[in-house]
């Protein structure tokens, strides 16, 4: 089985010679394998095409894919017209559990979400015709699929879901916070969310002036006060501190005890304790996707991260994300590149005081903290961005600044806009620590204003790092990031000031994150929206332990060196909090 892809909005026929064309073997013999359509897009014929893959290396702008797959995947669930993605399978959700589904981004999760909603009838592959639903049931007859896809095809399914780029509810929505929840209160159980969301002092705000972690709480209690028979959730956790995100858990887990709750999470801590189950989706992002059966929440994460599915026997990925078995107790041997002086800051209703401290030449330095205490105000003072009331930072300091809330007001291509940044575009070095690592390639000629929010980070990641600077600042790089995405951008991060006269800070809500790229750690204490002070930096578990202390939440870590959230009151959870271990709790001790 072979399916030949063609990604339409890198495909451009008219810049490129149709080297396509030119070089295909088959062609040259007078077969038609592959033309130009009446779009000016390529079009291949999977049934000509003899998989030699020269178009693949031929075409300037990676707008071809060609992939060989097993004979079991004959009959696809749903294909995206000739040439268009393909998925292979679908995720079931269960009464009274949260499953999960943990993938790369483009692998075909949404599309899953959209079948299982009745958003999307399943093509079984057809691209030529409309499917009915009588040939979908008969397909999933005798399977634990049936009864629910019959439900869904009678229109019988009420869903609620909660989007994934929250960004978009105010393009959609005119209005106050209190005005949106009272549409979805169909529970009758608004309040109490309002509540544990702590969204009361919000309610009288439009929704088109709330932060990101604002915007995203509301969505959150919006889906769950719905009265539905399956909940979509698609992350819930970007913007959130680790505070926030546990408390949407919480409410997640009480729905999930009446309801099958459905969850695509890139945050390993969150999906860990939240699911029950999670389904598997690998493949080639925006080429094809399998969603595996479900398999144990431990298991299914622990063989994600290995890159090998041991059931389907099937090896995806060639590196194991390995999260080290260190405490950090080494004190960083670096020259101090900045001293962040004492400093104040003070809005009408909000105070930042930052206590002295050092930056070292070479270091990555994590930054950790509740949302509204200060993280991104210290982030524009160091940046320049804002001048301290008090205080002043060395002005010979070249910083270069990713902010939390990224604009794409540009319509210039990411090629144009990264051009205009550096002129080391064109070499290798940038090519290989740049480009690659963040899959900046194949969106290279895509307008800046049409990205995703995912391609949208990983474009403002680029553009931050390929400035001249002593200092990075990077506020929350991870948010819409894949797992994989994330373990990449931390490997780039480290290597960027290795050995350099420069230093990265990353201010993140990932633990998993800030623990595999940080050298040291800022912490930030004091009272979200009234006041907040920067503390440090520290060793990595002395920052730790005194962070996670103040949120009264413990991990422990499980043979693989994963470190995984304990239950509150739970034997470990008691014993932690009395030895002081919040966090590198090893091992042998577990």
């Given at each position: 089985?072979?399916?030949?892809?063609?990604?339409?909005?890198?495909?451009?026929?008219?810049?490129?010679?149709?080297?396509?064309?030119?070089?295909?073997?088959?062609?040259?013999?007078?077969?038609?394998?592959?033309?130009?359509?009446?779009?000016?897009?390529?079009?291949?014929?999977?049934?000509?095409?003899?998989?030699?893959?020269?178009?693949?290396?031929?075409?300037?702008?990676?707008?071809?894919?060609?992939?060989?797959?097993?004979?079991?995947?004959?009959?696809?669930?749903?294909?995206?017209?000739?040439?268009?993605?393909?998925?292979?399978?679908?995720?079931?959700?269960?009464?009274?559990?949260?499953?999960?589904?943990?993938?790369?981004?483009?692998?075909?999760?949404?599309?899953?979400?959209?079948?299982?909603?009745?958003?999307?009838?399943?093509?079984?592959?057809?691209?030529?015709?409309?499917?009915?639903?009588?040939?979908?049931?008969?397909?999933?007859?005798?399977?634990?699929?049936?009864?629910?896809?019959?439900?869904?095809?009678?229109?019988?399914?009420?869903?609620?879901?909660?989007?994934?780029?929250?960004?978009?509810?105010?393009?959609?929505?005119?209005?106050?916070?209190?005005?949106?929840?009272?549409?979805?209160?169909?529970?009758?159980?608004?309040?109490?969310?309002?509540?544990?969301?702590?969204?009361?002092?919000?309610?009288?705000?439009?929704?088109?002036?709330?932060?990101?972690?604002?915007?995203?709480?509301?969505?959150?209690?919006?889906?769950?006060?719905?009265?539905?028979?399956?909940?979509?959730?698609?992350?819930?956790?970007?913007?959130?501190?680790?505070?926030?995100?546990?408390?949407?858990?919480?409410?997640?887990?009480?729905?999930?005890?009446?309801?099958?709750?459905?969850?695509?999470?890139?945050?390993?801590?969150?999906?860990?304790?939240?699911?029950?189950?999670?389904?598997?989706?690998?493949?080639?992002?925006?080429?094809?996707?399998?969603?595996?059966?479900?398999?144990?929440?431990?298991?299914?994460?622990?063989?994600?991260?290995?890159?090998?599915?041991?059931?389907?026997?099937?090896?995806?990925?060639?590196?194991?994300?390995?999260?080290?078995?260190?405490?950090?107790?080494?004190?960083?041997?670096?020259?101090?590149?900045?001293?962040?002086?004492?400093?104040?800051?003070?809005?009408?209703?909000?105070?930042?005081?930052?206590?002295?401290?050092?930056?070292?030449?070479?270091?990555?330095?994590?930054?950790?903290?509740?949302?509204?205490?200060?993280?991104?105000?210290?982030?524009?003072?160091?940046?320049?961005?804002?001048?301290?009331?008090?205080?002043?930072?060395?002005?010979?300091?070249?910083?270069?600044?990713?902010?939390?809330?990224?604009?794409?007001?540009?319509?210039?291509?990411?090629?144009?806009?990264?051009?205009?940044?550096?002129?080391?575009?064109?070499?290798?070095?940038?090519?290989?620590?740049?480009?690659e690592p963040l899959s900046i390639g194949p969106i290279l000629q895509s307008p800046?204003?049409?990205?995703?929010?995912?391609?949208?980070?990983?474009?403002?990641?680029?553009?931050?790092?390929?400035?001249?600077?002593?200092?990075?600042?990077?506020?929350?790089?991870?948010?819409?990031?894949?797992?994989?995405?994330?373990?990449?951008?931390?490997?780039?991060?480290?290597?960027?000031?290795?050995?350099?006269?420069?230093?990265?800070?990353?201010?993140?809500?990932?633990?998993?994150?800030?623990?595999?790229?940080?050298?040291?750690?800022?912490?930030?204490?004091?009272?979200?929206?009234?006041?907040?002070?920067?503390?440090?930096?520290?060793?990595?578990?002395?920052?730790?332990?005194?962070?996670?202390?103040?949120?009264?939440?413990?991990?422990?870590?499980?043979?693989?060196?994963?470190?995984?959230?304990?239950?509150?009151?739970?034997?470990?959870?008691?014993?932690?909090?009395?030895?002081?271990?919040?966090?590198?709790?090893?091992?042998?001790?577990?």
């Amino acid at each position: 089985m072979r399916i030949a892809v063609v990604h339409r909005d890198r495909c451009h026929s008219r810049k490129c010679g149709t080297e396509c064309i030119s070089y295909c073997p088959r062609v040259r013999t007078g077969d038609e394998t592959v033309v130009i359509g009446e779009d000016g897009k390529a079009v291949i014929s999977e049934e000509l095409c003899v998989g030699c893959g020269i178009c693949i290396k031929k075409c300037p702008f990676d707008a071809i894919d060609i992939v060989s797959l097993p004979e079991e995947l004959e009959h696809p669930t749903h294909r995206y017209g000739a040439n268009g993605f393909s998925l292979y399978g679908l995720p079931l959700p269960v009464q009274g559990k949260v499953t999960g589904i943990l993938g790369a981004n483009g692998i075909g999760k949404s599309t899953a979400i959209k079948v299982l909603s009745g958003q999307l009838r399943p093509n079984l592959g057809e691209t030529e015709r409309e499917s009915l639903w009588e040939e979908v049931l008969r397909k999933y007859a005798g399977t634990e699929f049936f009864e629910y896809l019959q439900k869904v095809s009678k229109g019988a399914l009420k869903v609620a879901v909660k989007p994934q780029y929250i960004d978009y509810i105010p393009k959609i929505f005119k209005g106050t916070v209190a005005d949106l929840l009272r549409k979805t209160d169909e529970r009758g159980i608004l309040d109490a969310y309002i509540d544990s969301l702590s969204l009361r002092a919000i309610l009288d705000h439009d929704i088109s002036t709330l932060s990101g972690g604002e915007l995203q709480r509301v969505a959150a209690a919006a889906c769950l006060a719905r009265e539905a028979e399956f909940y979509f959730l698609d992350e819930i956790t970007p913007f959130l501190d680790i505070h926030q995100r546990m408390a949407v858990a919480k409410l997640i887990r009480d729905l999930a005890t009446i309801r099958p709750i459905m969850i695509v999470e890139h945050d390993l801590a969150i999906l860990d304790m939240l699911a029950d189950t999670v389904h598997i989706a690998y493949g080639k992002p925006a080429v094809f996707g399998i969603i595996t059966q479900p398999k144990g929440v431990r298991v299914g994460i622990n063989q994600y991260l290995a890159g090998y599915l041991n059931e389907e026997n099937v090896r995806f990925r060639d590196t194991q994300v390995i999260f080290e078995k260190r405490a950090h107790t080494k004190e960083s041997e670096r020259e101090t590149l900045l001293q962040i002086p004492v400093m104040t800051k003070t809005y009408e209703t909000f105070s930042l005081h930052v206590s002295e401290g050092e930056i070292k030449a070479g270091e990555v330095l994590g930054v950790v903290g509740a949302n509204g205490i200060g993280k991104s105000t210290l982030a524009k003072l160091l940046a320049g961005v804002e001048s301290p009331d008090s205080g002043q930072m060395d002005s010979k300091l070249r910083v270069s600044y990713k902010p939390q809330y990224i604009k794409a007001d540009v319509s210039d291509t990411v090629e144009f806009y990264l051009r205009n940044i550096t002129k080391k575009f064109d070499s290798g070095v940038y090519q290989h620590e740049i480009l690659e690592p963040l899959s900046i390639g194949p969106i290279l000629q895509s307008p800046v204003n049409t990205l995703s929010g995912g391609e949208l980070q990983r474009v403002a990641i680029a553009a931050c790092l390929s400035r001249d600077a002593d200092l990075y600042i990077l506020d929350e790089p991870s948010a819409h990031l894949d797992v994989e995405q994330r373990v990449k951008i931390t490997r780039m991060f480290k290597r960027h000031v290795d050995g350099k006269e420069a230093a990265i800070l990353v201010i993140d809500h990932d633990i998993y994150l800030i623990d595999m790229i940080s050298e040291r750690i800022l912490v930030f204490e004091g009272e979200p929206g009234v006041s907040g002070e920067a503390f440090g930096p520290f060793d990595m578990r002395t920052g730790m332990n005194r962070f996670l202390s103040e949120l009264g939440v413990t991990f422990r870590r499980d043979q693989s060196g994963r470190p995984r959230i304990n239950k509150p009151e739970s034997f470990l959870d008691r014993e932690q909090r009395a030895n002081g271990e919040y966090y590198y709790y090893t091992d042998d001790a577990v």
